[in-house]
Nanobody, 122 residues
Framework: QVQLVESGGGLVQPGGSLRLSCAAS????????IGWFRQAPGKEREGVSC???????YYADSVKGRFTISRDNAKNTVYLQMNSLKPEDTAVYYC????????????????WGQGTQVTVSS
């Protein structure tokens, strides 16, 4: 069993916060590069944030200063803290893993979770 399971999505008002979690099973997450991606209806999946196995991070310009990626190796879990949420952040959010991905693009990652819906609306 190799599995990634996202949780923590939901409906929030603009300006609110959510923390997404991605629990890994069947492998040790700390050996992998990790990423969070999102896909809105009718749009391509885009990279939100990525972190290499040694801790280097990337954030899309649209979320810099608002989102934070982190990992807890003891829990084999990845997090995405999302603050100051905007309606434009509405999407299905996915976590993913890969080895030496080199770039925060969906095509660079091989393992994916099922996604969790985030809706930002008043």
């Amino acid at each position: 069993q190799v599995q990634l399971v996202e949780s923590g999505g939901g409906l929030v008002q603009p300006g609110g916060s959510l923390r997404l979690s991605c629990a890994a099973s069947g492998f040790t997450l700390d050996y992998y590069d990790i990423g969070w991606f999102r896909q809105a209806p009718g749009k391509e999946r885009e990279g939100v944030s990525c972190m290499t196995s040694d801790g280097s991070t990337y954030y899309a310009d649209s979320v810099k200063g608002r989102f934070t990626i982190s990992r807890d190796n003891a829990k084999n879990t990845v997090y995405l803290q999302m603050n100051s949420l905007k309606p434009e952040d509405t999407a299905v959010y996915y976590c993913a893993t890969g080895k030496r991905v080199g770039i925060c693009m969906a095509s660079s990652f091989g393992s994916w979770g099922q996604g969790t819906q985030v809706t930002v609306s008043s």
